[in-house]
Structures are given as C-alpha cells and as structure tokens.
C-alpha cells in the first residue's frame, strides 16, 4: 500500500514538469521540425541524408564533437582543484570569490567572444604586450569554454564535495594508506556522479556553442548551434536547419542515455554531513600551494579578459556609460540602459519558473528504484541543454501564435525561454543530494502517517535547502545570460541585456562597441552583486554557495 502510495504521488509530481516540456519544449522543437521536413503535406525524410552527405556538413560535426571533447577535459582539469578548495579550504575573500568564479557563466557568448580575440588574437593584448600569438579559431575558443563553465565544475562537484564527510578518508588513511589511494578509492567514488554531472553539462554547452564559435570561428569553423542559426536567419533553409536540429537531438539524446546508465551503476549511499565542519584553514605547503595556483588560474582564466572588458568600456571615460541612456529609435525603441532593468525581472521569473519546476522533477527522480519511464523522464529534463535554443526561440514564433497560446506579443515568453535552460540545472544540482538521501528516513516518517509532502518537508527539504539555493543561483544566473532563444522572441521595446550588447555589436563604431563593452561591465556587476546579496540572505549558514 505505502509503495502505491509512493508511486502515485511520483507520478503527481511528474505531471506538472511533462506538461510544462510537453507545451514549452516538445511542441515548438516539433513545430519547426515539421515545417522545414514537411513539404505540401508530404514528409521529405530523404533531405536528412542529402544533408549528411555534405562535406561542409559533416566538418561542422566533426568541429562540434572534437572541440567539445577538448573543452570539457580542459574544462575539468582547471577546475577540479578549485572544487576542492572551495569545498575544504576556509580563507578570507571566499565569498568574493564564488561571486568571481560565477559571473562569466552569465555573460552573453558574443561579448566573451569578443573578448577572447582582442585577448589572445593577432593585435590583442597578448600580442601587443608580451608579442605572444595564438591561433584564435583553436585556442581562443577552448579558452573561452572554459572560462564560461568553470564555474559548473567548481559548484557542481565542490557543492557534494563540502558535504562529504573527511573521517571517512582520514579513516583510511590511519589504516596506513597513502593520501592519494585514500582520496582516489574513498572520495572519488563518492564524487563520481557529481563529476559524471558536471561533464555533461560542459559537454553539451561547447557542444551546443553559439556566441563564441559565431565570433571566433569565421567562415572557417562552426558548431551545429552556429550552422542552425545560419541555416534559419541567413540562408533560410528550414529543411537543413530541422536536419541538422534531429542529429543535435540524437547525438544528445545518445549521450543522456549513456550519462543516466553510468550515474546509476556508480551511485552509492553517501554520507552527508555539515559543510561548516569539513572547511578548514589551509595547512602545510602542499593546500597552500594549491590555494595559489587556483588563485593564479583564476585571476588569469577569469578575470583578465573581465579586466579586458572593463578596460575597453573605459576607454571613452565615461561616455560610453552616459549613452547607454540615449535612445535612438532605430536598433532601441528604448534607452539600452533600460535593459538592466528587464532582465532582472525576467530572471526573476524565469528562476520561480525554474525551481518549482526543477524542485517537482528531482523529487519524482530522488528514488533509486525508478522504473524506465522514470529514468526516462530524467533524460527527457537534460534535452533542453542540447537542442538547438535557435530551434527552440524560432519554434515559439510558430508554435505559440493560435489562441488559447497565442503568446508571441507577450512578455511571458521570454522567461519561459529561459526557464527551459534552468530547469536542468536545478534538477541534476538537486540530485545527487536527494539520492544520497538515507530512505530509512522517509520509511520511517511514511509509516508514522506521515504524508508524502510531509516527508519532503520534514526530511528532504532540511537537508537539500543548501542544494535549492544553489539551483536558484544557477537558474537566475542562466536567465541573465541566455542568448540563442531570446534573440528570437525578445521585443524591441523589452530587450535582454544579451540581446542589447549583441544589437550593439552588429552596429559599426566605436561608440557601439563603446556601448557594447559598457552595457557589458554592468551586467558583470549586477550578476556579483545579485550572488552576493544571495550569500548574505540565505537562512543556511553552513552551506557551501
């Protein structure tokens, strides 16, 4: 009866995430599908090879794949000791510096872009410095992945890794095992499905680069999500841009499939205990020299092209700033400035959206023993990180223009663009917590009476409120940056800040681009203060972020 019972309410809990997919999601992705596939009311299935078998084609998949391999590896190797160091050591600044680590996962992919190649490109500062010259098509790209998501790395697996308890690592060691066999077959094991987590969703943001790739790759290099964009508002080819959006759709479907089999085979019980106890201060030469060269890779991966940034919107004084306030009825129906003030309140909204929705999802998912629907279902969650976001704006013109959903003039599309990316983070943060979860607990409460809100609320939600703040950081901050839809559906008079850099990079100038690098800078700034303001009011004291 408890298990029916158990089931039921999963299944409840599940309806409200499917319906949400199923509207915003499946329906618009199916909508531009179908208009590029279908022709005079007959399906052209014989176009997906015709496409195939094209040589440019078939570069720009082997380019997607292989730099998505690289980006991640690189990814991790960056970011893995920061993991650490956050997670075990306590210094002064560690507040300030999550703040750092997260702000360029927020910032719009053309403006990184552009960074990256006045950093590392012929005549860039690099160059103009130290007469230093890199191939900007290869490193320049690799650089700027992994600038954007070491902070998935850092909070992902050091999130996990500050609930672990040391003991039972020290244990082993008393047992006379060296410090390396200790951390690789006691913590590593541990940490296998937060790092198995994080890899994925490095993988499929470079798998699915936009922004960067469009600005550093030239005609030479793009990804699938660049040829997508070309394929939908430059050539205008659907029947290539849907072609290319189902190979996306099953490369990454391939690739959820294999993530779900290995994250059940490796998951284990674990023990949680409080982050306030396992952080110490730094002790010996070998955490001190750790400590500095994560500082040092920091300062250099994550703040000098910041710095660039704010250099270059300082070059006019101030008057790049005092622009920003003009509006000239051409590219702004409003003054940019006004921008700001938008997205914060679609992130706003987008990140409720978000967490109640991703909240419902890891719940349902939370029991180890979930059928193959289930476990279905968690993979369906992941999609959204891996079709095309073109796809997915360009469908919401076309699926949502008939009464009762006739949402294209309305300001809930925005936020619900952006909502479709956060809810993946919020499940695969929540996760992992709530599987590590002892399901003694909720036995124990389910046969007191107790009812399945009950459980969730008097068992999962006091040791998970950690993992729910830092689902909702990550949410908020995907919705301030997310660019590949919302330029799609974003209203002239309502622009993203995304939206209104990149409007102000395809202009000409210097006072564009003044502008561009300006309007930049402030949303580095609202992006540190909005994560600081979250440290500062969250109730949990003892968590990590």
Not at 2 to 25: E, S, T
Not at 83 to 89: D, K, S
Not at 406 to 427: E, K, N, T, Y
Not at 428 to 447: C, K, N, S
Request: aromatic share 10%.
């Amino acid at each position: 009866m408890a298990g029916r019972r158990g089931n039921a309410a999963r299944l409840g809990l599940m309806l409200v995430p499917v319906a949400f997919f199923a509207v915003f999601f499946a329906w618009p992705v199916a909508a531009i599908v179908t208009r590029g596939l279908r022709v005079d009311g007959v399906w052209r299935f014989g176009r997906i090879a015709d496409v195939v078998a094209q040589s440019d084609i078939r570069h720009v998949l082997w380019f997607t794949t292989w730099q998505a391999f690289a980006s991640t590896a690189l990814t991790l190797l960056a970011a893995l000791p920061a993991a650490y160091v956050f997670a075990r050591l306590d210094f002064p600044g560690r507040q300030v510096l999550r703040a750092v680590v997260t702000v360029p996962f927020v910032l719009p992919t053309v403006v990184v872009g552009t960074a990256f190649l006045a950093l590392v490109g012929r005549g860039g500062l690099l160059d103009e410095v130290w007469g230093v010259r890199l191939d900007t098509t290869v490193w320049a790209i690799l650089l700027a992945h992994v600038f954007f998501n070491y902070a998935v790395v850092v909070r992902t697996v050091g999130g996990l890794w500050a609930q672990l308890d040391p003991r039972q690592e020290e244990a082993a060691r008393m047992l006379g095992v060296s410090p390396l066999s200790a951390w690789r077959k006691v913590t590593l094991p541990a940490l296998a499905p937060a790092v198995a987590a994080a890899a994925l969703m490095v993988f499929l943001f470079t798998f699915t680069s936009f922004g960067v790739v469009q600005i550093l790759g030239g005609p030479t290099f793009a990804t699938l999500e660049v040829e997508i964009y070309r394929q939908t508002s430059e050539i205008f080819d659907l029947s290539t841009a849907a072609v290319l959006t189902l190979v996306q759709f099953a490369a990454v479907g391939a690739i959820l499939a294999v993530h779900a089999w290995t994250i059940r085979r490796r998951e284990s019980a674990l023990r949680l205990v409080d982050p306030a106890v396992t952080a110490r201060r730094p002790r010996g030469a070998g955490q001190w020299a750790l400590l500095g060269g994560v500082l040092a890779t920091i300062a250099l991966l994550l703040v000098l092209p910041l710095a660039v940034l704010v250099r270059r919107s300082f070059e006019g004084g101030f008057g790049y700033y005092r622009a920003l306030g003009d509006a000239d009825g051409g590219t702004f129906l409003v003054a940019p400035i006004e921008s700001v003030v938008t997205s914060l309140q679609y992130a706003v909204v987008a990140t409720a959206v978000a967490v109640v929705i991703g909240a419902l999802a890891a719940t349902a998912l939370a029991r180890r023993d979930a059928g193959r629907l289930v476990r279905g279902f968690d993979a369906l969650l992941m999609l959204p990180l891996g079709v095309s976001a073109v796809t997915v704006g360009f469908g919401f013109l076309i699926a949502l223009d008939k009464p009762p959903l006739d949402l294209r003039q309305s300001w809930i599309l925005v936020p619900l663009a952006q909502a479709l990316v956060g809810v993946p983070f919020v499940v695969r943060t929540m996760l992992p917590v709530l599987r590590a979860v002892d399901e003694r607990l909720r036995e124990a409460a389910a046969v007191l009476g107790a009812s399945p809100w009950r459980v969730w609320r008097e068992v999962d939600l006091p040791l998970v409120r950690r993992a729910l703040l830092i689902a909702a950081a990550f949410a908020f901050a995907v919705s301030l940056g997310e660019f590949g839809a919302t330029v799609f559906i974003a209203r002239p008079d309502n622009p993203t800040l995304p939206v209104a850099v990149a409007r102000l990079l395809s202009r000409p100038g210097d006072l564009n681009y003044g502008q561009a690098m300006a309007l930049s800078t402030i949303l580095m700034v609202v992006c540190a203060v909005a994560l600081l303001v979250l440290e500062r009011l969250r109730t949990d004291r003892t968590g990590e972020f």
